[in-house]
Each structure stands twice: as C-alpha cells, then as structure tokens.
C-alpha cells in the first residue's frame, strides 16, 4: 500500500510538472502570438459592427487573412474573454497600420478610436452648395431625400426657419455612417452658438435689431471682399448706408436673387429688376442672409470699422479703393475699372431709385 501510494504521488507530481510545463508553454507562445503583427501590408480598415462579439471580430480578421496564425486568434479571444477586456470593444471603424500586434488591435478596439472622416464648408458657400456636399459625400449615411428647403428644415427639427446663413462653414469630423441629418444639425447648432457669443461682444449703436439680422450683413461682408483685413471697412460702408437710409447697393444680393438666372455676368436690367433681394431698389438690409458667413465675417458686422467711407471699387488685386464722396468714387472707378475712361452718368443713391451704377461694390 505505500509503495502504492509513493507511485501515484509521484505520478501526480509527474502530471503537475507536466500540467505547469504546458502552462507555461500556452502563457509563452500565447504572449509570442498575441505580440506578433497581424497580417497588414498597408493601412486598411475593419468594421465592427454594434452589438459585435469579440469571436465575430476574429472570425473578421480570419475572413481577411490578417491573422498571423490559426493560433493568434485562438489566443486573442482567450486573453481577450479571460482579461475581462472582450466586453470593452466599441463598434465603429478602426484603422489598421501595418506592424500591429493582436494585443494592440484589441486595445484599439476598447479605444474608441474610430477613423473619422471630414466635410470642409467653406466660408461664403451657399447653403444649396452645402447641402449638395452633405448629400454626396461617400461617407455620410443619406436619409434625406429631398433637396426642398422646407422639408429639409424640418427633418432637422426647425421646421418654419429659412436654412441661408444658419449653418456655420467650417470642417466638421465623424465617423462612417454618420446620418445626414446629424451633420447639418452639428452645423446648424456651431452657427447659433457662434452668432450668440458675437452678438453679446458686439459694438453699440449697430443699426440691427436681432442677431438675425447681423447674420444678413455677415454675409454681404463675406461676399464682398476676400481680403480678411477689409471685412471691418466694408462691414463700415454698409453700417453707414444703414444708418443714413441708403441702399446697399450690393452685387451678391441681386445675385442671390436671380438664382438660377443668374449665368456669370451681372447686367444693368438685373440691378433694375424687381426683386426681394436687389438692395439697388430695396432700402436696408435683404430679407435672408445670402450665404453661410464664417466667423471673421460676422465678427466684423458687429465691429465695422469707423470712418466716412461710403463706397468702393475693386483695386484688381483682391482689394478695394474706399471713398467718403460719389466724386471720389467715381475717380476710383475711371482708375481701377475703366483704365482712365470717364464713367457712365452716376446718380447719388440717396436721392435716385433708378441708379445707373453700383457705387458700392466691385463691379461699376
């Protein structure tokens, strides 16, 4: 009977040897498989889809050749389930980099770390042109199957606003399948928190009644000039024809008006056409803004510039010659538009309705 027992103790000793030997084999290769790269020749992605186990994923990789090894899959959901870690991976799209390891992947997996992808408004872009850029874009998840403005608004919850120059230019980030919807509404939203944290910093004495209409002149002064250091001066010529009764007399309004109609070239009938949004015949501001304006632009309508200047022409190199008087202005034009040439007979726009030249903008 001792001898008996001797040899099963031994024996045990023998498979507890043999048990630790094993162990400790799986803990080596494992960590030499979980460490090793996947198999990543260049950047490229994967998908997990919410609601996605950690087997789902590795039977993913396995599906794309990218494990090392049959192994390395094994491994990575037994270290992965035994850590706790697997309950920690997040849906989304990550990207992987050629020399990742297994344990990377998985901690990537719990990062969050989607890869995002952008939108880039530009400042100055209407608000159709945005909206096109949404609708096209690989990335974005399309629900929207109208381009009506009014349906459009109110897919996003702001039914009976009118969209021109309520969503902010800027480049936004998301990941794949971002809803359409979500997108324009994170824009939406970025402009009223930008126009009221302007408005509360703005000048005094601004001839506008509501941030509303600030946004309209943001958007005339965005237009108007691409030269950032002239914002605030042009923003002043139109703040003095506000206060003065004047028209603006702004080329980008009648534009914006003609839509459609509108082929590249600004005629004398269309600045004589009536029209909601031609501030050749309409005294003060036009009825929407006329574009998405970025923040320098609605920072300088609410800080015009001072001075007398209630005109200007374009110089032919992105900036503009500014005057106090129409005499001024016409010299202006006869030296930057007109090569010397007298212009065509000019009336003041504070006592005619029927100007024959844009004593304001650009184009004489």
């Known amino acids: 009977m001792r001898r008996f027992l001797i040899r099963l103790f031994r024996m045990l000793g023998l498979l507890i040897l043999l048990a630790i030997a094993i162990a400790a084999w799986l803990v080596y290769d494992g960590n030499q498989q979980l460490s090793m790269p996947l198999k990543v020749a260049e ?4 998908t997990i889809a919410p609601g ?3 087997r789902d994923v590795i039977l993913q990789l396995h599906a794309q050749q990218r494990l090392a090894s049959l192994r390395q899959g094994a491994y990575l959901e037994a270290y992965a389930r035994g850590s706790g870690k697997a309950a920690g991976i997040k849906a989304g799209e990550y990207r992987l980099e050629p020399g990742i390891s297994a344990y990377q992947a998985l901690e990537l997996w719990r990062s ?14 209407r608000f159709d042109v945005a909206l096109q850029q949404v609708m096209a874009h690989p990335q974005i998840r399309h629900t929207l199957t109208t381009t009506d403005k009014e349906k459009i608004m109110a897919a996003l919850g702001l039914a009976g606003k009118y969209p021109e120059g309520r969503f902010f230019p800027d480049t936004y ?12 509404r994170r824009a939406f939203d970025a402009m009223t928190k930008v126009i009221d944290a302007e408005w509360q910093t703005r000048a005094a004495d601004l001839p506008y009644s509501n941030p509303d209409e600030a946004l309209s002149m943001a958007s005339i002064v965005e237009k108007e000039t691409g030269a950032p250091v002239e914002r605030p001066q042009i923003a002043g010529v139109f703040v003095r024809r506000l206060r003065m009764g004047m028209r603006l007399q ?3 309004t009648v534009i914006y008006g003609l839509g459609d109609q509108f082929d590249g070239n600004l005629r004398k009938r269309d600045l004589l056409a009536a029209n909601p ?17 970025g923040r320098a632009a609605i920072n300088a309508a609410l800080h015009p510039a001072d001075g007398d200047a209630l005109y200007f022409v374009s110089r032919g190199d992105g900036t503009h010659q500014f005057s106090a008087t129409l005499e001024e202005h016409e010299a202006a034009v006869r030296r930057y538009q007109l090569g010397g040439r007298a212009p065509p ?3 003041d726009p504070t006592t005619s309705p029927n100007p024959q030249v844009d004593p304001a903008s650009p184009t004489p």
Request: aromatic residues 8%.
């Open 43 to 46: 950047p490229s992605t994967i």
């Open 52 to 54: 996605a186990r950690i």
């Open 112 to 125: 969050g770390k989607v890869v995002v992808y952008e939108l880039r408004i530009v400042e100055g872009t």
């Open 173 to 184: 980030l998301f990941p794949r399948d971002t809803v359409d919807v979500v997108v324009l």
């Open 250 to 252: 702004t080329d980008p």
């Open 277 to 293: 949004y031609n501030t050749y015949l309409n005294t003060g501001l036009p009825p929407t803004p006329i574009c998405l304006p």
């Open 345 to 347: 007979p000019t009336v």
